[in-house]
């Protein structure tokens, strides 16, 4: 089920600077999806706990930024997916 919600992580200078200094990962999502669907996919795939998720609608499909609580580190999740 996660992985139809979430497909693949959104990679720029800008989201790589969320990652490091706000503790945010930036993913491309199923445009249909909702917070919770999003929030549950993300927590289950990389068990970790999510803080909030802000998502928006762009031309290119929908994004969503994942803040993850102080106890879970977005550079970890960044490094075991390959990000880095």
């Known amino acids: 089920m996660p992985h139809k919600v979430l497909f693949h992580p959104y990679v720029t200078e800008k989201t790589m600077f969320q990652m490091e200094d706000e503790n945010k990962l930036e993913f491309v999502v ?10 549950a996919a ?9 803080e909030s998720i802000k998502t928006k609608n762009t031309r290119h499909g929908k994004r969503a ?3 993850l609580t102080g106890d879970y580190s977005a550079e970890d999740v960044g490094m075991r997916i390959g990000i880095f």
């Open 30 to 39: 199923r445009k249909g999806a909702t917070k919770k669907e999003i929030k």
């Open 42 to 50: 993300f927590e289950e795939l990389f068990e970790v706990k999510v």
């Open 65 to 67: 930024v994942i803040k």
